[in-house]
């Protein structure tokens, strides 16, 4: 029995194949035949992996640019304000996924570090985040990873860029469940800025909340609040 390739799906195929017995006699006047009173059958199952392609991956930093203010104390010694800065590192889109016919995504499986290397040499996922669904990009997450940057590392005067790397595959499950993994995506980099500020320690300073109201009123009267 030869089974063109339309009849395999991704997924469990289960063919059934049906036969009967007929037994032919010469009676020397031509042929007569007596057709079996049943009929017999057998099944099998042919799995068939689907051909899933890697996703692609896009993060997001927040913040994504930052200052930091340089002083001095009394002895020389430099004040970074703030001394470090809290990264949260999150996908931003997952798109380029395979989604056959039946199929569904069931989890996107994330690896994002600051460590380039640790995120190539990955073989099992930080965290997953479960769907259900037929969308071959998806833009919407609710996990993220946050990492501290030592703002200190930066000298007065140039400028910090704290990079972030992740990588990301999916799972999509057939309407019985089995589920298949696709390959890791491309290390997606993402990169922060942070830009120092030197201030000249003879020189005043105000420092205010965000719902502070400060007065500045010139020698002349007039005022701005």
């Not at 569904?104 to 769907?131: C, G, H, M, Q, W």
């Amino acid at each position: 029995v030869a089974l063109p390739p339309s009849m395999l799906k991704p997924g469990d195929n289960t063919v059934t194949i049906s036969g009967k017995v007929r037994v032919v006699f010469n009676t020397g006047n031509g042929q007569k035949w007596l057709d079996a009173s049943n009929s017999a059958s057998m099944s099998f199952t042919i799995k068939v992996d689907p051909s899933l392609q890697p996703p692609q991956l896009q993060l997001s930093v927040t913040p994504s640019q930052s200052e930091v203010t340089i002083t001095t104390d009394n002895s020389g010694n430099l004040i970074y304000t703030p001394s470090s800065i809290t990264h949260t590192v999150k996908p931003a889109k997952v798109s380029n996924m395979t989604v056959p016919a039946g199929f569904k995504v069931k989890r996107l499986e994330f690896v994002i570090d600051k460590d380039n290397s640790r995120v190539s040499s990955a073989t099992t996922p930080d965290y997953t985040e479960s769907y259900d669904t037929t969308a071959t990009t998806i833009t919407s997450f609710s996990q993220s990873k946050s990492f501290s940057y030592n703002t200190t590392y930066i000298q007065p005067g140039k400028t910090g860029t704290p990079a972030y790397y992740g990588k990301v595959r999916y799972v999509v499950a057939d309407s019985n469940g089995n589920e298949y993994t696709s390959g890791w995506s491309t290390i997606a980099p993402v990169q922060a800025t942070v830009t120092t500020k030197v201030l000249d320690p003879t020189q005043p300073t105000v420092n205010a909340m965000s719902d502070d109201k400060i007065t500045l009123t010139m020698t002349s009267g007039t005022s701005w609040t």
